[in-house]
């Protein structure tokens, strides 16, 4: 669906971007964003997400970003008309770019639709093809436009010029002393791994995941990185710490900026199709990805990622589910369960011999 997005007199110089969720999906927009401030440094941008996408956004020359307290001050009807009203406060905008179409970017747009902003351009998800995609009967298995593409045609349709230059934020960047001190120099290859994702149909076997820690750190030239979140995801990955040699969680203890850095800093980072893998993608680390019911052709693969670098078995139901959140009807999890230690082991030692980053 597209609004109105007719050029008029150039470009618009001021645009206001929505993209409220997740952080991945914010992870994916860097790209588009970066390139559009890039050829046209006369445009201000103001970018509304949730406040876990600040540190990301905030790597964007230029950019503005604003929070949205979806949880607070921002939450339900009322807070979307707030949100509104306060987005009014900091300019007035020549556009509207709505990066996710979902309910509440959809009010927020009409909302500024009906206050007279006519510029307004929404991202084209493509429901339908990817419906194809994981139907089990009649599956039309084809690589789909990319999500960084729908983003771009977002912005291309408002005029603005839009290539794919972005490189990454930044490389191997230099980490504080703090976290020197808690993972040591960097003497051996490290290797990040982020074993868990939103939905179970993402996650690889803990079981079988735990089996590559214990391979990988059983060697003295590896140090492994363990990236998770809070809760359980901390209390598992700091049993795997205590459990395995060369082995150190970093669930919970920095920033999302100072992930970024560590993960600049990884020779592979090992994950899910998750958040991670963009993170990555973000800081040129090659990453080992390990694929359930989701697939790479529904066009969330990382950022100029090898596509060999994927890790997946073939089965005729495969993909099952665009965001992995549909219980598996064969109630096995095969996709992910016939995928054995020892391949992903082996591929994590290819992709480090490919890039020779040791």
């Known amino acids: ?65 604003v929070e949205a307290n979806t949880k607070g001050r921002h939450k339900g009807l009322l807070g979307i008309w707030r949100l509104f009203t306060d987005l009014r406060k900091i300019d007035r905008y020549d556009a509207l770019a709505d990066l996710h179409n979902v309910i509440r970017s959809q009010i927020l747009r009409n909302l500024f639709l009906l206050s007279g902003l006519k510029k307004i351009s929404v991202i084209n ?21 990319t999500t960084l593409e729908r983003y771009m045609d ?20 230099r980490l504080p002393e703090n976290i020197t001190i808690h993972l040591g120099y960097k003497d051996k290859r490290w290797i990040g791994i982020a074993p868990f994702a939103k939905h179970k149909g993402k996650i690889y076997p803990l ?43 970093i669930a919970r203890k920095y920033s999302i900026l100072n992930e970024l850095k560590i993960i600049s800093n990884l020779d592979v980072m090992v994950c899910m199709d998750s958040a991670n893998m963009h993170f990555a993608s973000l800081v040129n680390t090659p990453v080992v ?19 060999t670098s994927a890790v997946q078995v073939d089965l ?10 549909k219980p598996c009807f064969r109630k096995d999890y095969a996709c992910l369960n016939r995928i054995e230690p020892e391949v992903v082991v082996n591929k994590i030692n290819t992709v480090i011999d490919r890039f020779n980053r040791i």
């Open 125 to 145: 998800k493509g429901r339908s093809e990817k419906r194809k995609l994981v139907r089990l009967k009649n599956k039309r298995l084809v690589p789909l436009k």
């Open 154 to 173: 977002v912005l291309l349709r408002l005029g603005y010029t839009i290539n794919d230059e972005f490189d990454y934020l930044f490389r191997e960047a």
């Open 207 to 249: 079981d079988k995941m735990e089996r590559v820690v214990e391979i990988l750190s059983a060697s003295k030239t590896n140090q492994i990185i363990l990236i998770g979140g809070g809760g359980k995801e901390q209390e598992i990955l700091e049993g795997w710490e205590k459990k395995y040699p060369n082995t150190i969680s």
């Open 289 to 307: 990805s390990i694929w359930g019911a989701t697939h790479p052709y529904a066009g969330f693969y990382g950022w100029k990622q090898n596509p």
């Open 316 to 325: 005729y139901c495969r993909p099952c589910s665009i965001y992995g959140n």
């Open 1 to 65: 669906m597209e609004q109105n997005s007719k050029k008029v007199n150039g470009y618009p110089k001021k645009l206001l971007v929505v993209r409220l969720s997740a952080i991945g999906d914010v992870a994916m927009t860097v790209p588009a964003i970066w390139s559009l401030v890039k050829n046209h440094p006369d445009v201000q941008v103001t970018f509304v997400s949730q406040g876990f996408a600040r540190d990301i956004v905030n790597q964007i020359p230029g950019v503005l970003f």
